[in-house]
């Protein structure tokens, strides 16, 4: 069953991965999700929802992990030094560097701006053009909460991340 189920939304689910992670890591996760798939195929329900959206469902929950992973990561490296640091040492240096950190700052508000779960709603209908039936369904929530939450999503969106020194 998981071969057919591979060959009829494998494309759907690497384009899909490519999207939100980009090219290098999308095979690695698409193997990923499919390793998932078949490790809980005895508790998959027909009555939740088409095996699609429940693969872009499993999909999405190993994006967030990667996700929360990288912003980890991202804020262990902004606080480390920068690779020949020691060689500078002059005032514009150092505020270089206190500009380039306020930067990754900024960014990292940004991606928190949205929760996990908002980010996962925006990709499956925008990219994937999942209905909203079958992107409630990959996110376990239901149907009549999708547009709601877009819109909430998009409001954020639009206030975007506030730099520190508008507040």
Same mark, same amino acid.
């Given at each position: 069953?998981?071969?057919?189920?591979?060959?009829?939304?494998?494309?759907?689910?690497?384009?899909?991965?490519?999207?939100?992670?980009?090219?290098?890591? @999308?095979?690695d /996760?698409?193997?990923?999700?499919?390793?998932?798939?078949?490790?809980?195929?005895?508790?998959?329900?027909?009555? /939740?929802?088409?095996?699609?959206?429940? $693969?872009?469902?499993? @999909?999405?929950?190993?994006? &967030?992990r990667?996700?929360?992973?990288?912003?980890?990561? $991202? +804020?262990?490296? @902004?606080?480390?030094?920068?690779?020949?640091?020691?060689?500078?040492?002059?005032?514009?240096? =150092?505020?270089?560097?206190?500009?380039?950190? +306020?930067? =990754?700052?900024?960014? /990292?508000?940004?991606?928190?701006?949205?929760?996990?779960?908002?980010r996962?709603?925006?990709?499956l209908? @925008?990219?994937e &053009?999942?209905?909203?039936?079958? +992107?409630?369904?990959? $996110?376990?929530?239901?149907?009549?909460?999708?547009?709601?939450?877009?819109?909430?999503?998009?409001?954020?969106?639009?206030?975007? +991340?506030?730099?520190d020194?508008?507040r």
């Amino acid at each position: 069953m998981i071969v057919e189920l591979f060959e009829a939304h494998g494309r759907d689910i690497h384009r899909y991965v490519e999207r939100r992670l980009g090219h290098s890591l @999308a095979q690695d /996760l698409t193997a990923e999700t499919f390793r998932v798939a078949i490790e809980q195929w005895p508790r998959f329900s027909p009555s /939740l929802g088409p095996e699609r959206a429940w $693969l872009f469902g499993i @999909a999405s929950n190993l994006i &967030r992990r990667h996700w929360r992973t990288e912003r980890r990561r $991202l +804020a262990a490296s @902004a606080r480390l030094p920068v690779d020949g640091e020691a060689d500078y040492g002059g005032v514009g240096d =150092v505020e270089a560097r206190i500009d380039d950190q +306020a930067r =990754v700052e900024r960014v /990292l508000k940004a991606i928190d701006l949205l929760q996990p779960e908002d980010r996962d709603l925006i990709a499956l209908i @925008a990219w994937e &053009r999942l209905s909203y039936r079958d +992107a409630a369904s990959a $996110l376990g929530i239901p149907s009549g909460t999708i547009g709601s939450r877009l819109h909430r999503i998009r409001t954020i969106l639009r206030e975007g +991340a506030p730099d520190d020194s508008q507040r």
